[in-house]
Every structure is written in C-alpha cells, then in structure tokens.
T-cell receptor
Framework: SQQGEEDPQALSIQEGENATMNCSYK?????LQWYRQNSGRGLVHLIL?????REKHSGRLRVTLDTSKKSSSLLITASRAADTASYFC????????????FGKGTKLSVIP | DTAVSQTPKYLVTQMGNDKSIKCEQN?????MYWYKQDSKKFLKIMFS???????INETVPNRFSPKSPDKAHLNLHINSLELGDSAVYFC????????????FGPGTRLLVL
C-alpha cells in the first residue's frame, strides 16, 4: 500500500533557486529515505534520516523530518540543470522489516 | 563495474509469451528486490529475497515467479504475458533491512503487444 505522498507533483524553477519538496506519510516509521530518478534511469539513493533525527545535510541537500506531523521535506539549494529529475520519498517501518514504501514522486525541472 | 545490472534493458514481446529478466549485484548485499514502475511512475514492491529466501511476496499474479540461485542474483520469470504487464521493472539490492539504502539497477522496459 502507498505510504508516502510527495508534494508538489511537479515543480519548475530557475537555475540557482532553491527547490523544496515535501513528503507526508501515514503510519509509524523507522526511517525515511529520499531517492532521485533521472529520466530513463534507475533510482539513486540520496539521503536517509532516522525517526529520532530531525534534520540531516548532504552537500546541497537538506532533509527535515517531523514525526509528529508525519512529514519530511527535501531542500535542494542553488539548483542546477543537472538536478532535473523525479524525487521520491520512501519509508521503512522497522528494524525487522525489509520493505520500503515509495511515494509517487515530485518531478523537478530546473531551467538553465 | 556496474553495481546492480539487469538484462535485457528493453523487452518487446507478444501477449501470451513467457519471458525472463535477470538481475545481478556485485555489492555483496544479502537482500534483493523486484519493483514494478507503472506509466505514472508509481513504484511498487513485488518481491524481496534475503539470503536466497523469499521474504516479501506482495499481491502479484502467480504468473510472476522470482528465483534466486544465489545471493548475487535474482531473476524474474513472467508467464503468459498480458498487456497490463507493460511497465519498467527494477531490481534493487541492500545490505539488510529497510533502514539501509537500496541500490537500483537501470530497469527493464517491458512492452507487451
């Protein structure tokens, strides 16, 4: 069953601007992950944030997690044309679980 | 030195045929997955194997049968292909459970005519 819901479904920005994508989920989670998918390619893992963490950074990426609101956001700063891709959040429910449940994704277009 | 590889990359076939997709990972991971991505980009788990044992078997028609000959390989066989099977199928692997990153293959684009 679908767990994460990304918002917005599509986002178009100018190069150099920041892009923010949101993810909401319904049940308790152990961790939340963000993935990028370039057109015609497989998904690439970007960052993982655990349920006891509130914020995490990796290069130009900043992820926040609010477990009380069951939501997460992915911020890409100083966007580049190469950031054009679909971004998916995925939730993992527990240490004994092997299953990640993916949202429908946000399609980001960065205009040069 | 591709981490997760799939063959074939494209598969065009007639309804009713049987086909297989192969997946191999050289990351030393113990868990492998098959996902189906539909035309709206929704990614749905189909199967998962951990150390060659089936651990996730979602509601998938029994025309789909996974096989894991060893920890590095997970193949997907599809019998009696239907139009609705047209999609992109992704293989992925991870070290352990859902609190680890998954590494995806490039996908197999299946078109059933």
């Amino acid at each position: 069953s679908q767990q994460g819901e990304e918002d917005p479904q599509a986002l178009s920005i100018q190069e150099g601007e920041n892009a923010t994508m949101n993810c909401s989920y319904k049940t308790s989670i152990n961790n939340l992950q963000w993935y990028r998918q370039n057109s015609g390619r497989g998904l690439v893992h970007l960052i993982l944030i655990r349920s006891n963490e509130r914020e995490k950074h990796s290069g130009r990426l900043r992820v926040t997690l609010d477990t009380s609101k069951k939501s997460s956001s992915l911020l890409i700063t100083a966007s580049r044309a190469a950031d054009t891709a679909s971004y998916f959040c995925a939730t993992g429910s527990g240490a004994g679980s092997y299953q990640l449940t993916f949202g429908k994704g946000t399609k980001l277009s960065v205009i040069p | 030195d591709t981490a997760v590889s799939q063959t074939p990359k494209y598969l065009v076939t007639q309804m009713g045929n049987d086909k297989s997709i192969k997946c191999e990972q050289n990351l030393g991971h113990d868990t492998m997955y098959w996902y189906k991505q539909d035309s709206k980009k929704f990614l749905k788990i189909m199967f998962s194997y951990n150390n060659k044992e089936l651990i996730i078997n979602e509601t998938v028609p029994n025309r789909f049968s996974p096989k894991s000959p060893d920890k590095a390989h997970l193949n997907l066989h599809i019998n009696s292909l239907e139009l609705g099977d047209s999609a992109v199928y992704f293989c992925a692997s991870s070290r352990g459970t859902s609190d680890r990153a998954q590494y995806f293959g490039p996908g197999t684009r299946l078109l059933v005519l």
